[in-house]
């Protein structure tokens, strides 16, 4: 293994530790701000942030390498704002409101599992039958820290609107895989100033008012810090290990956030958690230790796979005009095989 290849193992889990921050602090702010208001902010932060970064590596003649964004790459980015950058956090600080941080953060480990399960039914790659058991290791788990036996249908609303952030993320993995070859600071900005402006329209809209200057500030160093740089260090890691092994590296956070939600929050684990805990920890373990990515993707496998459901290309004829005199070309999505320029 090269130098890029333990680069890229870097980048993961340090998007990994810095998200998992956010995750407390966010829970931490919720008192008296509305989740709409404060993932606005909190994204107008990280898009803010990740421009000033741009700019100075651009001043100090080390700007971010790669293309720039290209009309093909909008719908992708689109999908990208609006699933991962918009429902899915306003749903998590949502779902933070309903339940402690920490079953929140060891809820988000099911992004790895939902992150297989698209990539091998939508995009045909195949998993090997150690992350098949790691994948049922964290359902498993999940599925006792959505117990609730106090309400009426014995499942927790805050663990199922935790769940489905991390089905949202999962597919936002393999949109992002499509915008990893770009130059990754300015797909960042674009991201999360569209996503933040959004989401504070629609505040706005909704007759929310801003909080007090202090949360504002605060949830703005938390964008800049937890979401701006991690998805900085998410692109940059895609580029160089695939969305399979980027999702694998970057699933230890839901453990950090569970470690940090104990000592940051002073929570205690209840009797639910310390039984899913080392369940879930296997799980994760057992997909950071997989040699390559745990999911390859021949071609004459994947053809002949079962659980493969060939999707029609994703073109829009404005968006892709054919060049006058030559056909149409589909182009297959990129996978983790495909090389990157």
């Not at 805990?277 to 496998?301: H, N, Q, R």
Request: charged share 10%; net charge positive; hydrophobic share 55%.
């Amino acid at each position: 293994m090269g130098s890029e290849h333990f680069i890229s193992i870097f980048f993961a889990i340090s998007a990994a530790f810095v998200f998992a921050v956010s995750i407390p602090c966010s829970k931490c702010m919720l008192c008296g701000v509305t989740p709409l208001t404060l993932a606005g902010l909190i994204y107008i932060g990280a898009g803010a942030g990740m421009a000033g970064v741009v700019g100075l590596a651009a001043a100090a003649r080390r700007p971010f390498r790669g293309p720039a964004i290209s009309r093909g790459d909008l719908p992708w980015l689109a999908g990208s704002v609006l699933i991962g950058s918009v429902v899915g956090p306003v749903l998590l600080l949502w779902s933070l409101e309903q339940t402690s941080g920490t079953t929140a953060s060891m809820l988000l480990s099911f992004e790895a599992v939902a992150a297989a399960l698209i990539a091998c039914l939508v995009f045909g790659e195949l998993i090997s039958r150690r992350a098949w058991v790691a994948l049922g290791c964290i359902t498993a788990a999940c599925l006792v820290l959505s117990y609730a036996p106090g309400s009426e249908t014995g499942i927790s609303p805050g663990a199922l609107g935790v769940l489905a952030v991390a089905v949202l993320w999962g597919f936002a993995a393999s949109i992002n895989r499509r915008l990893s070859a770009c130059e990754p600071g300015r797909v960042v900005v674009v991201k999360c100033l569209a996503a933040g402006l959004i989401m504070t329209g629609c505040a706005v809209l909704a007759g929310e008012t801003l909080p007090p200057a202090w949360t504002v500030l605060a949830a703005i160093c938390i964008g800049f810090v937890a979401y701006g740089l991690s998805n900085l260090f998410l692109l940059r890691a895609l580029r160089g290990l695939g969305a399979a092994r980027t999702s694998s590296l970057y699933g230890i956070y839901p453990l950090l956030g569970t470690m940090l939600s104990v000592t940051l929050l002073g929570e205690v684990l209840d009797l639910l958690a310390l039984a899913a805990l080392p369940v879930m920890a296997a799980g994760v373990a057992l997909i950071i230790t997989e040699k390559g990515s745990g999911m390859t993707d021949p071609a004459s496998v994947r053809r002949n796979s079962p659980l493969h459901f060939p999707l029609p290309p994703f073109r829009i004829p404005f968006l892709h005009p054919a060049a006058p005199g030559f056909p149409v070309t589909a182009v297959p999505p990129r996978t983790d095989d495909d090389p990157l320029n």
